[in-house]
């Protein structure tokens, strides 16, 4: 069964350096996702990308954040400035396709530690 | 904005017996409602979802109902094992688009 993959598995980062996290989504699908999840606590959505823009943003994804699509598999998350509470499991995700409701696929995540 | 609760936070049963999570929605335009189960350190996954126009719908011991004028769904398991225990997410969405999880819950299955 394709899958979700996500790199690296754990980034450690010093306080204020910029990270890229990486995902390649399951290879037919067109809807992309980014939610972060705090230890302990629910996942939370981040961001959703079609069409090489971005959809739909929460009040998380601020001007700290940027996503991009490099190429026809790749999909990043950067967070610039890194901050101590950006510490979480970050978790990519993709669908098939929004219009009928398709379930969204979750890669393993990236666990990010700022130190 | 869509908000999410979920209830209990913490189940313990007994193996073979039953569990039930509910969760409630804010939003009545949502319409699609999957749950996930996420074991310690791995990815949320798919174990079954719903959509707004069935009301019941079930996969081996694992059913979920829905009931939009209260705005709320359930999550049964029946003959829980071991393997069940995990942390149980719900969610809420319309059409699909970015889900809205519920806070989950930690079932655990005593042998």
């Known amino acids: 069964e394709p899958e979700v993959t996500q790199t690296p598995s754990h980034q450690v980062t010093q306080m204020g350096q910029e990270v890229i996290l990486r995902c390649v989504p399951i290879?037919?699908?067109?809807?992309f996702y980014w939610y972060r999840q705090i230890l302990g606590q629910k996942v939370e959505f981040l961001v959703s990308?079609?069409?090489?823009?971005?959809?739909?943003k929460s009040e998380i994804f601020d001007d700290q954040f940027s996503v991009e699509r490099p190429d026809g598999s790749n999909f990043t998350l950067k967070i610039r400035s890194t901050k101590l509470e950006d510490s979480a499991m970050y978790f990519c995700?993709?669908?098939?396709?929004?219009?009928?409701?398709?379930?969204?696929?979750f890669g393993d995540g990236t666990r990010l530690s700022i130190l | 904005g869509e908000n999410v609760e979920q209830h209990p936070s913490t189940l313990s049963v007994q193996e073979g017996d039953s569990a039930v999570i509910k969760c409630t929605y804010s939003?009545?335009?949502?319409?699609?409602f999957p749950w996930y189960k996420q074991e310690l350190g791995k990815r949320p996954q798919l174990i079954i979802d719903?959509?707004?126009?069935?009301g019941e719908k079930k996969d081996q011991r694992i059913a979920v109902t829905l009931n939009k004028t209260a705005k709320h769904f359930s999550l049964h398991i029946t003959e829980t094992q071991p393997e069940d225990s995990a942390v149980y997410f719900c969610?809420?969405?319309?059409?699909?688009?970015?889900?809205?999880f519920g806070p989950g819950t930690r079932l655990s299955v005593l042998p």
């Open positions: 995700a993709s669908s098939e396709a929004v219009g009928s409701a398709q379930p969204q696929h």
């Open positions: 290879s037919n699908h067109l809807y």
């Open positions: 990308f079609y069409n090489n823009e971005i959809s739909e």
């Open positions: 939003d009545s335009a949502s319409n699609y």
């Open positions: 719903i959509r707004s126009n069935v």
């Open positions: 969610a809420a969405s319309y059409y699909g688009q970015n889900f809205v």
